[in-house]
């Protein structure tokens, strides 16, 4: 998955890993010492995060819309319904409209006043879909901010940009890419990335 070191006129400063982490252990620590939070508690919590929610949530989703013409019919009519229907539900995916990238618009999501964003799909939001340069940048040049993740896209294609809130979240649905009309659903969902779903990378075949 593509992520920049930074983007051009806002410029961001990462956190170091190691630092995040240290963080988080000692917030724990201290939740746990002062009777806050059980120790089990937020062990069941972070497994739920690494096995029940994440992209491959999403990226199943869009497999099926990919081979299924009917489902994704219903996808794009209906996304929370059809999103339910597959057991992803709850914790920030109440309400969800899916896009579709076409040859002729890209859709790309953000979210201007906070990080609303759909977890059980997605997974936790990555920092720099919080970062004020992303947020305010990718309303006003998204095409430059899209180019800077990797993404070139030609003059003639539209690109939609849509603002998540607390009442609605978006998943993109990627173009499928050439070359994998014989694969399989599975298949298809181990290429699918969470920028894709975002709207800020394209699904490309492994070489």
Same mark, same amino acid.
């Given at each position: 998955?593509?992520?920049?070191?930074?983007?051009?006129?806002?410029?961001?400063?990462?956190?170091?890993?190691?630092? #995040?982490?240290?963080?988080?252990?000692?917030?724990?620590?201290?939740?746990?010492?002062?009777?806050?939070?059980?120790?089990?508690?937020?062990?069941?919590?972070?497994?739920?995060?690494?096995?029940?929610?994440?992209?491959?949530?999403?990226?199943?989703?869009?497999?099926?819309?990919?081979?299924?013409?009917?489902?994704?019919?219903?996808?794009?009519?209906?996304?929370?319904?059809?999103?339910?229907?597959?057991?992803?539900?709850?914790?920030?995916?109440?309400?969800?409209?899916?896009?579709?990238?076409?040859?002729?618009?890209?859709?790309? #999501?953000?979210?201007?006043?906070?990080?609303?964003?759909?977890? %059980?799909?997605?997974?936790?939001?990555?920092?720099?879909?919080?970062?004020?340069?992303?947020?305010?940048?990718?309303?006003?040049?998204?095409?430059?901010?899209?180019?800077?993740?990797?993404?070139?896209?030609?003059?003639?294609?539209?690109?939609?940009?849509?603002?998540?809130?607390?009442?609605?979240?978006?998943?993109?649905?990627?173009?499928?890419?050439?070359?994998?009309?014989?694969? %399989?659903?599975?298949?298809?969902?181990? #290429?699918?990335?969470?920028?894709?779903?975002?709207?800020?990378?394209?699904?490309?075949?492994?070489?």
């Amino acid at each position: 998955m593509t992520t920049p070191e930074k983007l051009e006129s806002g410029a961001l400063s990462w956190m170091d890993v190691d630092d #995040i982490e240290a963080r988080v252990r000692a917030l724990e620590s201290l939740l746990v010492e002062r009777g806050l939070a059980e120790s089990q508690a937020v062990d069941a919590v972070v497994n739920s995060f690494e096995t029940d929610m994440g992209p491959m949530n999403g990226a199943r989703v869009v497999a099926r819309a990919w081979t299924d013409p009917e489902f994704k019919e219903w996808l794009l009519r209906d996304g929370t319904a059809a999103i339910a229907s597959m057991g992803f539900t709850g914790l920030q995916s109440e309400h969800i409209l899916a896009v579709e990238n076409t040859d002729s618009v890209h859709n790309v #999501i953000v979210c201007t006043l906070c990080s609303c964003y759909p977890w %059980t799909l997605l997974g936790i939001p990555p920092a720099w879909f919080k970062y004020p340069q992303y947020r305010a940048r990718v309303v006003k040049e998204p095409r430059a901010v899209l180019s800077e993740f990797g993404v070139e896209l030609g003059a003639d294609v539209e690109i939609a940009v849509w603002d998540t809130s607390a009442e609605l979240r978006y998943l993109v649905v990627p173009q499928r890419p050439a070359g994998t009309e014989d694969w %399989t659903a599975d298949q298809l969902a181990e #290429i699918v990335s969470r920028d894709s779903m975002v709207g800020v990378a394209l699904v490309e075949v492994p070489a």
